[in-house]
């Protein structure tokens, strides 16, 4: 069976640090990989997807960027956190074949940038 | 680029009915998902429609009109732990990203 990771499951981090977000998934090859933002009481926001090694596709502009340095791993990473950075990051994956792409979460990241 | 809105918080009591709507618009439709998200959890999937119709899974039912760009979510015989909120979303024809509404909370009250 598939399952993906995802560390640290929090982080409090003081503005203008890095940061550096992992995601894994077993069980499965060439997934699709996704992260989102969810900020309190909101929606998630696409940040980037990728489908395969070294493809990123960004969805919104901002101070983040996203890896895939191999197959089934997704690193999220920021050179200088802004305190709008704060929320729950999600890490997603799903099948890249097939009729329809149902997505599998990880279980977040909850970052707080003080 | 993708409009989806759904209502920001429904209340309800344990055992009733309760329907959770949302309506898109979109550049390209594929299909439509609805997921659950309990407090400071991921969310987890529910239902996929593609087709026009209702499709029935237990206690929940989802329900798409394309033509409309209109879902409804149905949770009957309601029970406490079905308190979290709701999260409609779209596909674009290429199927790879989601696009997500803002989420609907549902209280369920004794």
């Known amino acids: 069976s598939q399952t993906i990771h995802q560390w640290p499951a929090t982080l409090v981090q003081p503005v203008g640090s890095p940061l550096s977000l992992e995601c894994t998934v077993e069980g499965t090859s060439n997934p699709n990989l996704y992260w989102y933002r969810q900020a309190a009481g909101r929606g998630l926001q696409l940040l980037f997807y990728?489908?395969?090694?070294?493809?990123i596709s960004s969805e919104v502009p901002q101070n983040l960027s996203a890896s895939r340095p191999q197959d089934r791993q997704f690193i999220l990473s920021s050179k200088k956190l802004l305190l709008s950075d704060s929320g729950f990051y999600l890490c997603a994956w799903s099948t890249s074949t097939g009729g329809w792409y149902e997505q599998y979460f990880g279980p977040g990241t909850r970052l707080t940038v003080t | 680029g993708q409009n989806i809105d759904q209502p920001t918080e429904m209340t309800a009591t344990e055992g009733a009915i309760v329907q959770i709507n949302c309506t898109y618009q979109?550049?390209?439709?594929?299909?439509l998902f609805w997921y659950q998200q309990h407090a400071g959890e991921a969310p987890t999937f529910l239902s996929y429609?593609?087709?026009?119709g209702l499709e029935e899974k237990g206690r929940f039912s989802s329900f798409l009109s394309r033509s409309k760009g209109y879902s409804y979510l149905l949770l009957k015989e309601l029970q406490m732990k079905d308190s979290a909120s709701y999260l409609c979303?779209?596909?674009?024809?290429?199927?790879?990203?989601?696009?997500f509404g803002g989420g609907t909370r549902v209280l369920v009250k004794p």
């Open positions: 990728s489908v395969g090694i070294g493809q």
């Open positions: 429609n593609v087709l026009d």
């Open positions: 979303a779209v596909t674009e024809a290429a199927g790879n990203k989601l696009t």
């Open positions: 979109t550049s390209g439709f594929n299909g």
